[in-house]
């Protein structure tokens, strides 16, 4: 496939491996890996044995490699890294070590790419559907920014760095506002990060979508499973209802909504997901497996 790929690893080989198995399935002509570096000595030994695995590719690819020898944070490894391939290509797909794609997910991501090049209201490509939607249209497009595998532009991702400019009082002025597209508890971890207190890049993507009224398309059915739930997860410790979900095909051609409209229901129901009822079930549910 023509569109690169990013990969951003770290310290799990074994989920590392499974997502590898379907990248090389697909292919891609440019793989870039970002990588952070470890937080102690036997940590760096996973890291190694996770970084072997990338020297097995045997087709025919351009590899770039970002590998940091100290540890900077999940927040600064994956911006810095994102920055970095943003510098070199106009488009990629993203890919973490515990999002496994369907093979269906590629072409999905590289013809939306392709449509919504040039249309600055949408600001990425999403392969998670956390819910079963029924719809005449292979994919919609709602506020939430859903990262477990998905891709965007250069174009979309400068506007990262300017959201992470901002001060705090900016989000707080426009709260009342942001909270009629996402769920304040989504707006609260934005805060933190802002303030320093939870070290992701996620939020702050989301963020930036907010700042630009941007939308997310999601496709019909769930292309991406993560694995990644349960011990050695930094922030998917727990398992959810999102770690039930199996990952479909989609099938092509590709049927094309009518017009570009957000899902609010499809929204409402995933600032749901966020509501404290639904982390204290989550954890209740770990306990009892």
């Known amino acids: 496939m023509k569109t690169p790929i990013v990969f951003i690893i770290f310290n799990r080989p074994t989920l590392t491996q499974k997502v590898f198995n379907e990248i090389k399935k697909a292919k891609p002509a440019q793989l870039f ?9 036997k940590e760096r030994e996973l890291i190694n044995e996770t970084r072997k695995i990338i020297d097995r590719i045997d087709w025919k690819c351009e590899v770039y490699k970002k590998y940091s020898e100290t540890n900077l944070g999940c927040k600064i490894s994956v911006s810095s890294g994102l920055d970095w391939v943003f510098s070199k290509v106009d488009q990629a797909i993203i890919l973490e070590d515990d999002c496994v794609p369907d ?38 497009f709602c506020h939430h ?17 300017k959201a992470c400019l901002l001060p705090v009082e900016k989000l707080e002025e426009n709260r009342s506002e942001f ?6 508890r ?5 805060k ?9 890049w996620d939020y702050m993507w989301q963020y930036a979508m907010l700042l630009c009224k941007g939308l997310c398309i999601y496709p ?25 979900l199996s990952q479909s095909a989609i099938q092509f051609p590709l049927v094309h909504p009518n017009r570009i409209t957000p899902n609010i229901s499809f929204d409402s129901a995933i600032s749901k997901t966020y509501h404290p009822f639904y982390s204290l079930i989550d954890v209740i549910s770990h306990f009892f497996q």
């Open 33 to 41: 890996i970002i990588s952070d570096g470890p937080r102690n000595e």
């Open 103 to 140: 093979q269906s997910f590629f072409p999905y991501c590289e013809e939306l790419l392709e449509r919504y090049r040039n249309n600055k209201k949408i600001m990425m490509v999403s392969g998670d559907n956390f819910f079963k939607t029924s719809s005449e249209f292979s994919y919609n």
């Open 145 to 161: 920014s859903l990262i477990w595998g998905w891709a965007t532009w250069r174009r979309s991702w400068v506007l990262y760095k």
């Open 179 to 184: 909270q009629t597209l996402v769920s304040g």
């Open 186 to 190: 989504r707006l609260d971890a934005i």
């Open 192 to 200: 933190k990060t802002i303030e320093g207190k939870i070290d992701t």
């Open 220 to 244: 019909s059915v769930n292309l991406v499973r993560n694995i990644g739930f349960g011990n050695g997860a930094t922030h998917t410790k727990y398992k959810t209802f999102h770690s039930k």
